[in-house]
């Protein structure tokens, strides 16, 4: 997820061969596509390339190592220590971590699974968010010598004093993170000074801690998940983002959140939760199964691989029609699946890395190379633009067409009867 890498641009034709070996033609060896598909020298090398990167990780030379504490939980967990003299306003270059948006519903998944420990809550946003890389071992302390920076849609740390080596790296996740004032918080820096968790006489109730207590008993479920691992984290409020509104016209649109190298320092200053709108979306940076990828190339339904066939054929115009199978050189026809429409829909290429290019949705996202009347397609039940290529054929018979090499909605070549 790294935004600075450079992406090597991936060839077409092998990826299409694969889908169309795997999956077109009612095949549905979807675990057959994936293995074929990580197979190719494009993910082959992206992979390598991680893993010299995480190799760098655990070089001595990154300065710090992931070791293991009871401090936090009286449980062994993870944390962060330095390996070398830092000086103040260092990088920690190697100690990264990513923020994945999650869906509602894998949000949903992960928590019932109770695999949530990496998920956090951005009050910022209102989003939940999968916290990846070994930034997520960074723990937390009331004066922190770390703080958080944002690098491209990476998160990483810059020293804020001298650190030697052996002591532990931290960085401050908001005010109230660990309960209001953290009175529930094990650093260093609460049990040299008697604070947090260690304070002997905890603070009186306060209306704030009173309407928590409120809300814990209204809705126990809530506050439990809110008082266990998953807190609002303020470290995205402390990443400064293009404050630049970008409104999306359709919901399903999936957009790149427009992020500016930035950093602040959280541990100084809290920056305050503003009402923005929300720049990230919930499905701004899914992770895509090849089904999803297909789904958002509309080669396929979300739920379903097969599009459902309506009754009646389109009366779409077919160059020739029941052509045995499509031989045009799969290059050519990406090119229409994949049309470059610069304002409009951008998967985040880090995420869906093989489709490093602008998405054309759905048909009846506007194409600006689209200057025609729609055509209605299928018994008349559904408008759609028009193709560039071929302006009696709507877009999505086009695009079919150019896959199955069969009329919509056919997708099998009809055995000859004998
Ligand atoms: C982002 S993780 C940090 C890595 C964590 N130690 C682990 O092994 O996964 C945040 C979790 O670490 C623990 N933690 C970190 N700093 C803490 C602190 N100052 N007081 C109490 N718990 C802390 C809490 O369990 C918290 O939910």
């Known amino acids: 997820m790294n935004s600075t890498a450079v992406i090597p641009e991936p060839e077409p034709e092998p990826a299409v061969t694969i889908l169309r070996q795997y999956l077109v033609h009612g095949r549905t060896n979807l675990s057959g596509c994936v293995d074929a598909f990580m197979r190719l020298p494009y993910f082959t090398n992206f992979l390598e390339e ?101 690098q491209g849609t990476e998160v990483t740390f810059r020293t804020l004093r001298a650190i030697e080596p052996g002591e532990e790296l931290t960085v401050k996740y908001g005010d109230h993170y660990f309960g209001v004032n953290n009175t529930e918080c094990r650093c260093f820096t609460c049990e040299r000074s008697g604070k947090g968790y260690y304070a002997k006489n905890k603070e ?84 895509g199964s090849v089904k999803t990828i297909m789904s958002i190339i509309n080669i396929c339904h979300p739920n379903n691989n097969t599009p459902k066939l309506s009754p009646v054929d389109s009366p779409c115009k077919y160059p020739e029609s029941e052509a045995e199978y499509n031989t045009q050189p799969v290059d050519t026809y990406l090119e229409h699946i994949l049309p470059q429409t610069p304002n409009h829909l951008i998967v985040p290429s880090d995420i869906i890395p093989f489709f490093n290019t602008t998405i054309y949705l759905r048909p009846e996202d506007e194409n600006p190379h689209t200057h025609h009347e729609p055509l209605k397609c299928c018994n008349q039940a559904e408008e759609y633009a028009r193709s560039t290529d071929n302006a009696e054929m709507c877009v999505r018979c086009n695009r079919h067409y150019k896959i199955y090499g069969l009329p919509w909605p056919r997708r099998r070549v009809k055995e000859k009867k004998k």
Request: include cysteine.
């Open 50 to 150: 991680r893993e010299n990167s995480e190799k760098a990780r655990f070089m001595p030379t990154a300065g710090f190592e992931v070791s293991s504490t009871k401090r936090y939980t009286g449980e062994i967990e993870a944390c962060i220590i330095a390996n070398k003299s830092w000086q103040a306003g260092e990088y920690l270059k190697y100690c990264t971590g990513s923020v994945c948006g999650l869906t509602k519903d894998v949000d949903q998944m992960l928590r019932s699974e109770g695999r949530d420990f990496s998920v956090m809550l951005s009050q910022r946003y209102k989003n939940a968010f999968l916290f990846l890389g070994p930034a997520r071992f960074m723990n937390h302390d009331c004066n922190a010598n770390c703080a958080f920076v944002q």
């Open 204 to 287: 009186p109730q306060t209306e704030e801690n009173n309407k928590i207590e409120e809300k814990k008993q209204t809705n126990p479920t809530k506050m439990h998940q809110r008082l266990r691992k998953r807190k609002n984290v303020n470290y995205s409020d402390s990443i400064v983002y293009n404050t630049k509104k970008r409104r999306t016209s359709s919901p399903s649109l999936i957009k790149t959140p427009e992020l500016s190298q930035g950093e602040s320092d959280s541990a100084d200053s809290e920056i305050s939760i503003s009402k923005e709108e929300n720049l990230l979306p919930n499905n701004s940076c899914m992770p």
